[in-house]
């Protein structure tokens, strides 16, 4: 990894070192604070992006959902904070409300959870299937038929596993210490 993208400086090592890292801080706290939540969220879009073209747009959905509850962080401590907000004013279901965000955001996790845990659970070395069983249970309930036929057509552009390891810094080890702490 070049020394530009900080893992390497932080004293981290590799992009899921950092989200293990992040998250795993955030694992003791019971009212989840938004601003750590965020910075832990920041470091997953590394994840989308490593999957190229086919996650392009869910990697735009994400980080735009992550940066517009980072800058609500400044009037939010926590993310209960934005629910009681919502509910309160009746915002829950408006496009655009921090809740919604927050559930996208959750989406996006959830999303790439489920894909490096297919991927974990096999050595296969086409992510096409990790992904689209990933994809089939987290977001194609609620995507449209043309949107669920875009992603399908574009899940031929992941990388290969030993591509995305390279990309990500790490090796097959990867398989055995790593722990999603979400």
């Known amino acids: 990894m070049d020394e530009d993208d900080g893992f390497e400086d932080a004293g981290i090592g590799t ?3 950092a989200i293990a890292e992040a998250f795993e801080e955030l694992s003791s706290n019971h009212d989840l604070m938004l601003k ?3 910075h832990a969220c920041s470091h997953v879009s590394v994840l989308f992006g490593s999957l190229g073209i086919a996650f392009k747009f869910a990697e735009l959905e ?3 959902k992550v940066r517009d509850l980072t800058e609500a962080s400044e009037i939010f401590g926590s993310l209960n904070s934005i629910l009681d907000y919502d509910v309160r004013n009746d915002t829950v279901r408006t496009a655009g409300s921090l809740s919604r965000n927050l559930r996208r955001v959750r989406q996006g996790l959830d999303l790439i959870r489920a894909l490096f845990q297919n991927f974990l659970s096999t050595y296969d070395d086409s992510l ?3 992904a689209s069983m990933a994809y089939a249970k987290v977001c194609a309930p609620y995507h449209t038929w043309a949107v669920r036929t875009a992603v399908s057509a574009s899940m031929c552009a992941l990388p ?5 390891l390279i990309k990500l810094n790490e090796t097959d080890e990867l398989h055995d210490r790593f722990v999603f702490y979400y």
């Not at 290969?160 to 995305?164: A, E, F, I, V, Y």
Request: one cysteine or more; a neutral charge; charged letters at 25%.
């Open 128 to 130: 096409k299937e990790a």
């Open 36 to 38: 750590p939540f965020c």
């Open 15 to 17: 992009p899921l070192s």
């Open 160 to 164: 290969t596993r030993d591509q995305l």
């Open 62 to 64: 994400y980080v735009s």
